[in-house]
């Protein structure tokens, strides 16, 4: 019976001694660490060296430094754990001990503590539209705003100050109604803890048409017309602009500058103005071309040109009493006047479009639409003439009251007569 006894006693020594030998040999966690990560608290740990009988790790959790109880496990080449059941304004103990194969603990590690707060403001996301600083042609605009607060919870979400009502998701949706222009949109969210968080959304209303700046003649004496402007988009800015559908090159200043093939007469100058958005304006013009007949005679020859093209006529121009004298008829009808010759009172009259003028052989005083008026206030010897058969008028009075334009070259003594003057 002693011998039995001693046997079990001496069985119960070696088992105590191999456990304690096994827990002071096993390593034990050290610098065990807490870090909260939003919803979770996550462990880390070392060990001082490497120990080849750890098996892995097992957590130990309270609420309080005693009664620590297990939570969890870690693999053994897995120096952390993440705890997920916890809630917000607890304070939560941890500790951690290694084990080996036969379920052999170490010693336990530091006991460090965290207190589970909410700091973090919610988490705000502008779902629709998907662009902020954009533009766009609708006035209805609707807003959806995406928003997370997984610790203490949402609590309010402003929309330039007016609260939008929950509805117990993570999506909320509202309308709204743009003005022209800039339109902005503050949004903020609070957790209950009164953490903030906030995003701006800027939107442009642009349904304005571009504006064209052109300064256009209401006449034109030129047949190819230079048309030159500028192009303001106050908004999105400009798609493209067309001149009697024809696609205009505009700098990125808006600037264009091109050349139109005008018919004589009326002509249309229709402008379509487009944006990036498309809004579209059309703009006409009209410009009336005025074909000019350029006449150029020189005194002593019997050469003139029309228009640089020369013809011969069969009176040289003179000079008598220091005034230019010329055959009408030559210059009449190139200008497109009517030249009438009265026998009976040896009157010359000449008519073209609302002008007409009345002159008599030798007599110093013209009728201009029906006004008696001196032919050269400043030498009464300036009068009509005859030679060789031809009405020779002095150019200047009868070219100018017939709205032409009249130059003297005094070196060639060239008249240049231009019609219509401008």
Known sequence: MKKTIFLIT?????????????LNLLEKPINLTATQEDYKVRLTWQLSKKDDNISGFEIFRSENERNLYPIGRAYKDQLYFLDYSIFLDKTYYYMVKSYDKDGIYSEPSNIISIKIIDDKPPELQIIEPTDNNYYTKEEKLTILIGVKD??????SLLVNGVKINKCGCSTFTENYTLIEGKNEFLI???DYKGNKSSLTLIVFLDKTPPKLNANLPINSYDESLKVKGKIIDEG????????????????????????????????????????KLDNEKEETYKVNYIKRTVLKLQIGKK?????????????????????????????????GAEVAWDGVERKVTVTLKNAKIELWIGKNIARVNGVDTP????????????INGRTMLPVRFVAENLGCKVDWDPDTKTVTITYPKD
């Open 150 to 155: 997984n610790m203490s919870g949402l609590n």
């Open 188 to 190: 903020e969210a609070e």
């Open 303 to 335: 050469t003139m040109y029309i228009n640089d093209s020369p013809k011969e006529i069969d009176v040289l121009p003179i000079i008598i009493e220091g005034r230019t004298l010329i055959p009408i008829r030559w210059v009449a009808e190139p200008l």
């Open 236 to 275: 999105i800015g400009l798609k493209t602009g067309y001149l009697n559908n024809i696609e205009l090159m505009v700098d990125k200043n808006g600037n264009f500058e091109t050349y139109l093939l005008l018919k004589e007469g009326e002509n249309e100058l229709k402008f379509r103005l487009i944006d």
């Open 375 to 386: 032919i050269d206030p400043d030498n009464p010897k300036v009068v009509p003439i005859i």
């Open 10 to 22: 001496l069985i119960i020594s070696i088992l105590t001694i191999n456990n304690l030998y096994s």
